[in-house]
């Protein structure tokens, strides 16, 4: 039987993170209450409650694909697969495009959703490092290095997780250069995009940037809504079919009520309203655990990120990622995310979008650890 490699980080979560009073693992806003949400997009629950519990449309129904499309320049209805959130769409894009002897590209430090699944099919994953000294930019003579005509996937998350960086302009060309020369395709998972700290402006998506690309989304991060396990792929209508067998095998369907409630929040005016919710948590939270870092300058260290509630933080203490982060559970009841989930020790994940109070209690926590540490030290 071939090797299986769980999902460390949400292994990690799923083991970890309930009960537990101060969660910062998580990598999305603080997600929005059903009422909250009704209320904000004038959704008429009346109307909504009496919806047949029902198997919906297999692919999501056309209001809601029209709603995706028009996100995405030149895209079209049949463009758009609506799935069980952006981790449906990672694991049917892994399933869809790569075959025997074909290997995909990786950058690390990222999320590992889609390189998890093609490792479990078999494939072949090289890993190109994101360079932390010049704010976790591509590694473009490495990209260049290991992209073959044998790729078939060059993965992207853009921003990216657990950074919170968006890639420059040059990475950008490096990565469409790379995918068109060798004919690659790129699957950009861009969940975090609408995040951004510095700008109003949503991260573009790759789509339209190569003919050969696969963009994927959800409702979970911009919009605080992870809750209704909804995303999408939007992909050339060639591969639609390739995609759209194997969610009949994955899932069948997402949720009806989910569906609804998405297409309501992706209207006009709920949307805006939600990404501007999450942009004020994130912007937010990152100042106030910026404060806390700030108590200890010789230890914590962060390439602050350009979107998302996410910090990558770089510690100098005499103890792993791990067991920092095993500590902080046990004698504080705070949770991060250790960077060794990610392939990189002496950094932890930190959530900060979270209501301000509770996150400064915690972060108060975390640094009474911190001082404990330096005292046995
Ligand atoms: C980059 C990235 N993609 C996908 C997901 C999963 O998204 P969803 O909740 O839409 O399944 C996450 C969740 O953390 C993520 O960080």
């Known amino acids: 039987m071939m090797d299986f490699h769980p999902f460390a980080v949400e292994q990690f979560l799923s083991e970890h993170e309930h009960g537990v009073r101060f969660n910062f693992s998580e990598s999305g806003v603080h997600p929005m209450r059903y009422d909250e949400l009704f209320r904000l997009a004038q959704i008429d629950t009346e109307a909504l409650f009496a919806t047949l519990i029902d198997y919906p449309q297999v692919n999501g129904f056309d209001g809601l694909r029209e709603k995706i499309a028009a996100l995405y320049p030149g895209a079209a209805p049949q463009n758009v697969l609506v799935t069980v959130g952006a981790t449906e769409a990672n694991t049917l894009a892994a399933a869809a495009l790569i075959a025997p002897g074909d290997n995909m590209v990786r950058f690390r430090p990222t999320y590992e959703q889609l390189p998890g699944n093609a490792l479990n099919l078999g494939h072949e994953v090289r ?17 260049a290095a290991v992209v073959d005509d044998r790729t078939r996937i060059i993965h992207v998350v853009n921003p990216n997780n657990p950074t919170g960086q968006i890639l420059s302009d040059g990475d950008r060309d490096a990565i469409v250069g790379a995918a068109q020369h060798s004919g690659a395709w790129i699957v950009a998972d861009e969940v975090y995009s609408g995040t951004e700290r510095n700008t109003d402006d949503p991260t573009p998506s790759f789509w339209g940037t190569h003919d050969r690309v696969i963009a994927i989304n959800s409702m979970s991060k911009a919009y605080g809504l992870p809750g209704l396990r909804l995303g999408w792929l939007v992909v050339p209508e060639e591969i639609v079919d390739c995609a759209w067998r194997r969610h009949e095998y994955a899932s069948i369907a997402a949720s009806m009520f989910s569906m609804k409630l998405a297409d309501a929040a992706l209207a ?7 990404m501007e919710r999450a942009r004020g948590l994130i912007r937010r939270g990152f100042e106030t655990l910026s404060e806390a870092l700030a108590e200890h300058p010789s230890v914590f260290s962060v390439v602050p990120p350009q979107a998302s509630a996410m910090s990558f933080v ?13 500590r902080l559970l046990a004698e504080e009841d705070v ?4 960077g060794s989930k990610f392939g990189l020790d002496g950094h932890f994940r930190f959530s900060s979008a979270l209501p301000d109070g509770h996150l400064r209690e915690g972060l108060a926590h975390m640094n009474a650890l911190v001082g404990r540490i330096l005292a046995e030290d």
């Open 314 to 326: 770089k510690f100098a203490l005499p103890v792993t990622s791990d067991e920092f982060a095993r």
């Open 127 to 143: 890993v190109v490092d994101l360079v932390e000294e010049r704010g976790w930019a591509v590694d473009t003579a490495a990209l």
């Open 268 to 274: 006009p005016v709920p949307r805006a309203r939600l």
């Open 335 to 338: 949770l991060v995310i250790p």
